[in-house]
């Protein structure tokens, strides 16, 4: 039996997992955007002096 033989099914499954590998892809790439976009705004918010709350707080 040749384990590449994906029977009469063959189109679903390699769809299958070309949409699943794109659609995990897409995902990376939006968090890896968005973890940029959120470090960009804690740095602009950083500059006009607004700090975080856990920055705040007296380390006593």
Known sequence: MDPFDLGPHAG???ASY????????ALIV??????ARQLAALK???EQGIARASARRDKS
């Open 12 to 14: 679903f499954i390699v």
């Open 18 to 25: 070309i949409v699943t590998f794109g659609t995990m892809a």
């Open 30 to 35: 939006w968090v890896l955007v968005d973890r």
């Open 44 to 46: 602009e918010l950083e």
